[in-house]
């Protein structure tokens, strides 16, 4: 996603968030990234009662979305698209209602982001990027049944290929791309790319959900 969301796709043998929650998930003052620290205290002074604090996977942080509600796109304009695509391919299960307590579970499938705390205007810089790939990183090597990831834009697309230790040049992001990545699983790990469904992406028909969907579905026709 443009603003570095990653969906990964999986068929997981044990809850991983609960198996891997210690490694790949940051604290709620992570002092790692020190504009985006400034940012989440002013935030939090602002809103109280918002969420305000690094992201857990199944979430991205938009900050009227995840950062307000705590939950994965929930409350963003982007989580409409997404819920609905992800419910109609299979991907999750139950109904989304913008309410982290709407009941909606993921389906072999894991949501999360590759900057853990929203950016001021959405953008995080190349360092802020590179500063927590760790916990991106982590939090693809702690899913051992990993079959596909699905990028949502291009941030994203280069954070996870830096994850997985390959060069961008070998795996160019387009949409609808996919592309077999060597040597990272025994049962192979597929890498397919969307545009981010950001509310600029939709109104502005460069992302139709119709361009959603087909990639969506691309994924989960290859666990199939
Ligand atoms: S973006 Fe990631 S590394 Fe930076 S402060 Fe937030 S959780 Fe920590």
Redesign the pocket.
Known sequence: MARGRVAVASRPATDPVAATAAITE?CPD????PR??DYRHRNRAAEPGWHNA?VASFVAPGVRGANRTGRPFTGDYAGDLLYATLLETGFARGEYRADPADGLTLVDARITNA???VPPQNK?TPA?IN??R??LTATIQAMPRLRAILVLGRIAHESTLAALGLRRAAFPFRHGASHDLPDQSPGGLTLHCSYHCSRYNTQTRRLTPEMFRTVVQQARDALE
């Open positions: 940051p992570c002092p790692r990234c985006l620290v690094p900057v853990r705390c995080p802020e500063t927590c760790d916990f």
